[in-house]
């Protein structure tokens, strides 16, 4: 199948970097955060971690040859947000590759694709955390799906073509993961002058000159995955309802 040939080519890029030397540039570390914003955060992501369950179970009964096309969005999140950049201590900038996942089976699937991503990436990278991947999960696997899948949508309905929207959504789920992370950082380490919201404009303002050209890139990356699964996977895609009998235009 050629899509597994796409599979074993975005591997390629991940099996060159080896495993990571600076176990400090992470999503959030293991250990950096409070003792009590872990457990917050780990309860917020609960719920959607729930509703995705029983979203990507509904989905694999009802359509089960599209398994291979559920792991293939997986592998791409942990490709693309193994590929980091360290930004700020106790974190770091990257893409997040889960706004393919999101338009393509929705947020709650890709919700629990994120988790899974998360959780081997702390266990066989030292990339983030098993205390902190509630946190982490809220903000790459949660907040970045969400908001990528309803942007796809709006700007779907109001007739932007199709690479428009997938590259916009990729891009706004990146952003927006970011977004919370920094939010995260500054509500657990708030300045001592102006509070959270300094906090977190200087979060925010220190990974915005890496991460805004990472989300870019993040969306030409992905209109180039959406390209080749239109090209080779196109009955998968009809099958999802998201491509019809159009082209990608």
Known sequence: MKSRVFLAVLCLPWFSLGFPENAHAMHIMEGFLPVQ??????????????????????????????????????????VLSALKIPSVTGSCSHMTGTGLGAILFGPAAMTVMGCIVLAFQALLLAHGGLTTLGANTFAMAVAGPFAAYYIYRFLRKIGAPLWLGVFTAAAVGDLTTYLTTSLQLAMAFPAADGGVAASFYKFAGVFAFTQVPLAVSEGLLTVLAVNFLAAHSRQELQDLAFLRKEALQ
């Open 37 to 78: 914003w872990c457990g917050m955060w780990t309860v917020l992501a609960l719920p959607f971690l729930i509703l995705g369950f029983r979203s990507a179970n509904r989905l694999v009964r009802m359509k089960p040859a599209l398994k291979m096309l559920l792991g293939l969005a997986g592998a791409f999140a942990f």
